[in-house]
């Protein structure tokens, strides 16, 4: 039974990783739903995933070295970077890690469920929009939670820090002199993000794109819309690099710039192109 089991395990991903697109959205899938995994809804997967790259648009990618990344660079008029777990790393398994540790620092005891579920209604409450405000999470926490808000700041500018094999990459495209530009989903305002790049030691951008700035979200596209819109340049000009699978690659190839997937953890580089 186990070696039956071995051998659709080893026949799965070779079909998955016969082509790398394909590979990491059933990774993605597989993370996304671990708690309530079923062979048959991966298998399942797996053949939506064949049948649409093989009939509605094959999309292939190609693993890259620092090196050749810095060539490919070269092609493209604007260069843009995701933020975190890109630029910048923190310390934690989850983003919500840093609520348990404010929750410790600051004596706070039950701050981090508080915060959770403040920025799950401010969600709620601003569902007409793409994107809230770090401002409109606050609004929903109770006293004495409601107070730390400036301390949630500090501890994000405590914590991060770059990442290494990235900050190479920028700063060799610095040294090109390309147009570069930052792009990030995030509730935290661009002055912060701004103040969280300066102080790793990331400068020379063109400009930053921040969710709870302009009100789009990579996520939806929209706010890739709205760069190609704004910068006034053709979206094959463009090379964006960051982690997230869906809203760094898939919404920013469907609108027609081309991405490259940072796998961190792997070290990998995969860039696809329209």
Same mark, same amino acid.
């Given at each position: 039974?186990?070696?039956t089991q071995r051998? =659709?395990?080893?026949? %799965?991903?070779?079909?998955?990783?016969?082509?790398?697109?394909?590979?990491?959205?059933?990774?993605?899938?597989?993370?996304?739903?671990?708690?309530?995994?079923?062979?048959? =809804?991966?298998?399942?997967?797996?053949?939506?995933?064949?049948?649409?790259?093989?009939?509605?648009?094959?999309?292939?990618?190609?693993?890259?070295?620092?090196?050749?990344?810095?060539?490919?660079?070269?092609?493209?008029? +604007?260069?843009?970077?995701?933020?975190?777990?890109?630029?910048?790393?923190?310390?934690?398994?989850?983003?919500?890690?840093?609520? %348990?540790?404010?929750?410790?620092?600051?004596?706070?005891?039950?701050?981090?469920?508080?915060?959770?579920?403040?920025?799950?209604?401010?969600?709620?409450?601003?569902?007409?929009?793409?994107?809230?405000?770090?401002?409109?999470?606050? &609004? =929903?926490? &109770?006293?004495?939670?409601?107070?730390?808000?400036?301390?949630?700041?500090?501890?994000?500018?405590?914590?991060?820090?770059?990442?290494?094999?990235?900050?190479?990459?920028?700063?060799?495209? +610095?040294?090109?002199?390309?147009?570069?530009?930052?792009?990030?989903? =995030?509730?935290?305002?661009?002055?912060i993000i701004r103040?969280?790049?300066?102080?790793?030691?990331?400068?020379?951008?063109?400009?930053?794109?921040?969710?709870?700035?302009?009100?789009?979200?990579?996520?939806?596209?929209?706010?890739?819309s709205y760069i190609?819109?704004?910068?006034?340049?053709?979206?094959?000009?463009?090379?964006?690099?960051?982690?997230?699978?869906?809203?760094?690659?898939?919404?920013?190839?469907?609108?027609?710039?081309? %991405?490259?997937?940072?796998?961190?953890?792997?070290?990998?580089?995969?860039?696809?192109?329209?």
């Open positions: 039974m186990q070696k051998a =659709m395990k080893n026949l %799965y991903w070779k079909l998955a990783d016969y082509n790398m697109y394909i590979g990491i959205q059933c990774r993605e899938y597989q993370k996304r739903h671990r708690d309530h995994f079923m062979i048959i =809804m991966k298998w399942w997967f797996l053949c939506k995933c064949l049948v649409k790259n093989q009939f509605v648009g094959k999309h292939k990618g190609s693993y890259l070295t620092e090196e050749e990344i810095l060539k490919k660079v070269k092609e493209y008029e +604007i260069i843009s970077f995701d933020v975190f777990d890109t630029l910048l790393i923190r310390p934690y398994d989850k983003p919500t890690d840093l609520f %348990y540790e404010l929750e410790q620092k600051c004596d706070m005891h039950g701050f981090a469920i508080k915060r959770i579920e403040a920025e799950r209604k401010a969600r709620q409450k601003y569902k007409a929009y793409e994107e809230i405000n770090l401002k409109q999470i606050y &609004e =929903m926490m &109770e006293s004495p939670f409601n107070q730390l808000q400036r301390q949630e700041i500090e501890l994000e500018k405590e914590i991060v820090e770059p990442n290494k094999s990235i900050k190479n990459i920028y700063d060799e495209i +610095i040294k090109m002199k390309k147009r570069l530009i930052i792009t990030s989903d =995030m509730y935290l305002s661009k002055d103040s969280l790049l300066q102080v790793n030691g990331y400068n020379g951008y063109e400009d930053i794109f921040v969710s709870s700035d302009v009100g789009f979200t990579k996520n939806s596209g929209n706010m890739y190609i819109k704004k910068m006034d340049e053709d979206p094959q000009n463009y090379l964006h690099i960051g982690d997230n699978f869906y809203s760094d690659g898939n919404a920013c190839w469907k609108c027609g710039m081309n %991405y490259l997937y940072v796998d961190s953890k792997k070290g990998d580089y995969i860039i696809f192109e329209n």
